[in-house]
Nanobody
Framework: QVQLVESGGGLVQPGGSLRLSCAAS????????MGWYRQAPGKQRELVAA???????NYADSVKGRFTISRDNAKKTAYLQMNSLKPEDTAVYYC?????????????????WGQGTQVTVSS
C-alpha cells in the first residue's frame, strides 16, 4: 500500500507564496505520475498540476505562470510552489500518486490520495 503525507498549507495574504510537499511511502515499486488537485467549497475537485516520471508537467490554465510542480524521485516527494496567490486559490489541496506497489506478494497499479491540506488566501 501507499501512504501520502502532505504538508505546507496555511493562511496567506493575496500575492503571497506557499510550498506544498507530498511524501510517499510504503511498498512502492515505482512512481509514475504525481499530481496536485484542489477542491473548493461547493465545487468539484480539479487538477492543478501534474508531473510524470520523466519530468513532463501539466498545469491548469488558472495557475500557469504562478505555480510550479516538481519532484524528488529519491525522496518519493512531490512539491507545489505556489506564488502570486489569489483568493480564488483557496481550497483543500490533495496529492495524488499513480504508482506500482505490492501487497502480499501481488503487484498492483493505481492511484493513491493524500488526506488534503487547506490553503486559504485572504487578507
Amino acid at each position: 500500500q501507499v501512504q501520502l503525507v502532505e504538508s505546507g498549507g496555511g493562511l496567506v495574504q493575496p500575492g503571497g507564496s506557499l510550498r506544498l510537499s507530498c511524501a510517499a511511502s510504503g511498498s512502492i515499486v515505482s512512481i509514475n505520475a504525481m499530481g496536485w488537485y484542489r477542491q473548493a467549497p461547493g465545487k468539484q475537485r480539479e487538477l492543478v498540476a501534474a508531473i510524470t516520471s520523466g519530468g513532463s508537467t501539466n498545469y491548469a490554465d488558472s495557475v500557469k505562470g504562478r505555480f510550479t510542480i516538481s519532484r524528488d524521485n529519491a525522496k518519493k516527494t512531490a512539491y507545489l510552489q505556489m506564488n502570486s496567490l489569489k483568493p480564488e486559490d483557496t481550497a483543500v489541496y490533495y496529492c495524488n500518486v499513480d504508482s506500482t506497489y505490492y501487497r502480499s506478494g501481488i503487484y498492483y497499479k493505481g492511484d493513491s490520495w493524500g488526506q488534503g491540506t487547506q490553503v486559504t488566501v485572504s487578507s
